[in-house]
């Protein structure tokens, strides 16, 4: 009997060590997210000019994914609004994805007072966040690119404006 137990410990052992090495090494070896099909994605605007945002390259860039009936997003909008006024000056764009009818994004805009692009996307442009952490294609998603075009932060959620301000400040 305790042979077959020291086994079993033994074998359970050598599967936790071995489960432990492999998420390690997940963990060490991964790669940043690419962002360049966001960088060449390109979507209408308001106005229905197609607008690249590869135009924003050398800027930090925060491209918030967000609709009009999602409570959670139009909470974390208006320090967008409040960000891009303190810091766009400095070097900071923030460009919104909005998935939604045009006619409610621009409703809303004018409400808002938003200072920043709002682009019209689909359910395809959400797909293009997928590989940056989005797998779910929930919202709000906000993807923050250093001035070099890689992505420095991913939040799916809501993003606190202590946290927007201390991840933008740190980059700019």
């Known amino acids: 009997m305790t042979r077959r137990l020291r086994h079993w410990a033994l074998l359970g052992a050598a599967g936790a060590v071995a489960l432990a090495a492999g998420l390690g090494f997940a963990l060490w070896n991964r790669t940043p997210p690419d962002a360049s099909a966001l960088l060449a994605l390109s979507l209408p605007d308001t106005n229905g000019t197609s607008q690249s945002l590869g135009q924003w390259r050398g800027k930090v860039l925060v491209v918030n994914y967000w609709a009009t009936w999602c409570g959670p997003c139009r909470e974390e909008m208006p320090e967008f609004v409040r ?29 808002l007072g938003l200072n920043y692009p709002a682009l019209i996307g689909s359910y395809d442009a959400v797909d293009i966040a997928k590989p940056l952490g989005n797998r779910l294609a929930a919202l709000p998603f906000t993807v923050v690119l250093d001035r070099t075009g890689q992505v420095a932060h991913t939040q799916l959620g809501p993003l606190k404006p202590e946290q927007l301000r201390t991840i933008v400040n740190a980059l700019l």
């Open 83 to 111: 960000a891009q006024r303190d810091l766009g000056p400095k070097g900071l764009q923030i460009v919104g994805i909005a998935i939604d009818q045009p006619a409610k994004v621009i409703e809303f805009a004018k409400e």
